[in-house]
C-alpha cells in the first residue's frame, strides 16, 4: 500500500470545533469577547465558516445582535452569503452547541489547529529558500527565527489583569529589594553616582552612550564591563566592531594591574620587572570573569542578533555592550543610511525587550558638539546623536561623554599621563531622573574611574 506524503494529507483542523464556535457566538452575543481573546477570522479553516466569523464580528462592531437572521442578512449586504453556506447552513450552526458556555474550550482548538498549519506553511517556505542559492543563509535563519517568535506571540492569549493581580507581586518585588544587600534594582555599572541616579541598568532597557572621537566611550563601556563581570561576577558580552579583541583585552589588563597601557605594548623597552607580578594577579581575575567578547568587524545586524540570542541561551548573559551602534550594517543597502540607523536602533530596542536584559550601545555625536565648545561649554544634547533621531527615541537611557575643550596652552601645560575631569551626562532616563556625575579618565591606563576612588589612588 502506497504511502501518502505531505501534499496528500489534509492540513490540522476542526470543523466541529469551529461549528461549534459560531453556534455559540450566535446563542450569546457576548460570546465573541472570549472568543476573539484566541481567534481571528484567519484562524478558521472552512472559507464559509471565516466569512460567518467575519458577518459576526461586523454585527458586533456596530452594536448589534448576532443571530441566524442577522448574519444572514449581514452575509447578503457584502455578497458572501452563497460562499458562507447560505441561510440551511448557517441555521444548522445554532443546533451543533446548546450553549455558549464552553466557547474558550472550542476557540483553543480552533486557535490549535491554525498554528499547526501556520507551521506546515513555513517550513514549506523554509525548505524552498534554503534550496535558493540566491538568498544568504544567514538571512533565511533570521527570518525564519522572526516567523517562529510571531508564531510564538500567536498562541499566548490577549488579556489584561486587575491591579488587585499586581499590587501582590510589586510589593512582594519591593520588599525582596528592601531586605536585600543590594543598594540598586539593576545591574550596577560599578560608577556608584551614576547607578545611584539610574538604580543600574534595567532589564530590557536600550541605553546609548554617545560621545566625540577619542573622548572614551570604548575606554567607559570596557570600565562598566570589567565592573560588571569581574567584581560582581554578572556574565557580560561585549560586541567588538572597531578594535581586535586582543588589543580590547590589553586596555583590560591595563586598566585592572594599572599598569601603563603605553608600557604593554612596548614591551621590555618600558616594561618594568615589578610589574609582573600586577600583571599576573590582574589577569588571574580576568581569565575567571564571565565576560564573553565578539570581535566580528563588518557585523551585520543579523549576524549581532543571532549572537546575543545564543549568548543569552547558552552563556547567560545579562547585559550586552556593543561597541558601536553606526558600524552595525543592514541587508537594505538600497535605503538611506539614517533609515538603516532607524532599523538598528528599533531592532536593538526589540532585541532588548525579547532576552529581557538591558543593551548598552555605543553611537558618535555629530560635529555640532565641537562648534559649540569652541564658544563656550559644549554639552551634548540629544539632538546631537548622530544620523538618526530615532536613536533618541528608541532609547530608554543616553548618557553623554564630556570634557571641556582644552586651549592650546593648557594641552602644552598637560600632563600626558594626568588624570582628565569628565562629565558623564544621564541626558535621558526613560523610568528615573537625569543629572551630571563626575568621573576622572586616567589616559595612562585609559580608563575611568569615580571622583572618590581616584582621590584615594
Known amino acids: 500500500m502506497a504511502q501518502t506524503g505531505p501534499k496528500d494529507r489534509i492540513p490540522p483542523h476542526n470543523e466541529d470545533a469551529e461549528r461549534a464556535v459560531l453556534g455559540g457566538l450566535m446563542l450569546d452575543d457576548e460570546a465573541i469577547i472570549t472568543a476573539e481573546l484566541y481567534l481571528r477570522a484567519g484562524d478558521f479553516y472552512s472559507n464559509a465558516n471565516r466569512r460567518v466569523f467575519e458577518a459576526i464580528q461586523n454585527l458586533k462592531n456596530e452594536g448589534r445582535k448576532a443571530d441566524i437572521i442577522t448574519a444572514a442578512d449581514e452575509l447578503r449586504r457584502t455578497g458572501q452569503l452563497e460562499a458562507a453556506g447560505d441561510i440551511p447552513y448557517i441555521s444548522s450552526l445554532t443546533s451543533v452547541v446548546p450553549t455558549a458556555a464552553n466557547i474558550d474550550y472550542y476557540a483553543k482548538i480552533v486557535k490549535d489547529c491554525s498554528i499547526r498549519r501556520s507551521l506546515i506553511r513555513l517550513s514549506g517556505g523554509i525548505i524552498t529558500e534554503s534550496y535558493d542559492e540566491s ?15 510571531e508564531l510564538t506571540n500567536a498562541g499566548q492569549t490577549l488579556s489584561y ?11 512582594e518585588a519591593v520588599e525582596k529589594l528592601y531586605y536585600s544587600k543590594s543598594e540598586f534594582t539593576g ?9 545611584s541616579i539610574t538604580s543600574g541598568f534595567q532589564p530590557a532597557e536600550l ?14 563601556a570596557l570600565a562598566m564591563a570589567a565592573n560588571i563581570s569581574i567584581r560582581s561576577k554578572i556574565p557580560a558580552a561585549f560586541f567588538t566592531l572597531e578594535m581586535p579583541d586582543q588589543a580590547l583585552v590589553l586596555r583590560i589588563i591595563s586598566s585592572e594591574a594599572n599598569i601603563e597601557s603605553q608600557a604593554l605594548r612596548a614591551g621590555s623597552k618600558f616594561l618594568k620587572p615589578s610589574s609582573f607580578n600586577k600583571l599576573v594577579d590582574a589577569a588571574g581575575k580576568i581569565y575567571d570573569a ?3 567578547i565578539v570581535d566580528m568587524p ?8 543571532t549572537q546575543a540570542r545564543r549568548l543569552r541561551s547558552q552563556e547567560k548573559v545579562e547585559i550586552i555592550f556593543i561597541d558601536y551602534l553606526t558600524l552595525i550594517s543592514t541587508e537594505n543597502y538600497q535605503i538611506p543610511r539614517h533609515e538603516q ?13 525579547e532576552l529581557g536584559i538591558p543593551i548598552v550601545a555605543l553611537s558618535q555625536l555629530s560635529r555640532e558638539v565641537d562648534k559649540r565648545t569652541k564658544t563656550g561649554p559644549g554639552r551634548p544634547v540629544l539632538a546631537d546623536l548622530r544620523e538618526s533621531g530615532s536613536i533618541e527615541q528608541d532609547a530608554d537611557m543616553v548618557l553623554f561623554l564630556h570634557r571641556e575643550r582644552e586651549t592650546d596652552k593648557e594641552q602644552s601645560n598637560t600632563d600626558p599621563g594626568g588624570d582628565k575631569p569628565t562629565e558623564l551626562i544621564v541626558a535621558k532616563n526613560r523610568n528615573g531622573p537625569t543629572g551630571i556625575v563626575n568621573i576622572r579618565f586616567l589616559s595612562k591606563f585609559t580608563k575611568f574611574v569615580s571622583v572618590d576612588k581616584h582621590a584615594g589612588q
Open 135 to 149: 538568498r544568504d543563509s544567514r538571512l533565511v535563519l533570521e527570518e525564519t527565527q522572526q516567523r517562529i517568535f
Open 161 to 171: 489583569k486587575s491591579v488587585k493581580e499586581i499590587i501582590t507581586r510589586t510589593i
Open 187 to 195: 545591574i550596577p555599572s560599578g560608577f556608584e553616582d551614576l547607578d
Open 207 to 220: 541605553v546609548i552612550i554617545g560621545a566625540r572621537p577619542s573622548i572614551g566611550k570604548t575606554a567607559l
Open 290 to 292: 564571565p565576560l564573553y
Open 298 to 305: 563588518n557585523m551585520k545586524l543579523l549576524d549581532l542578533r
Open 341 to 353: 540607523v532607524a532599523e538598528i536602533s528599533r531592532s536593538l530596542k526589540s532585541l532588548a525587550r
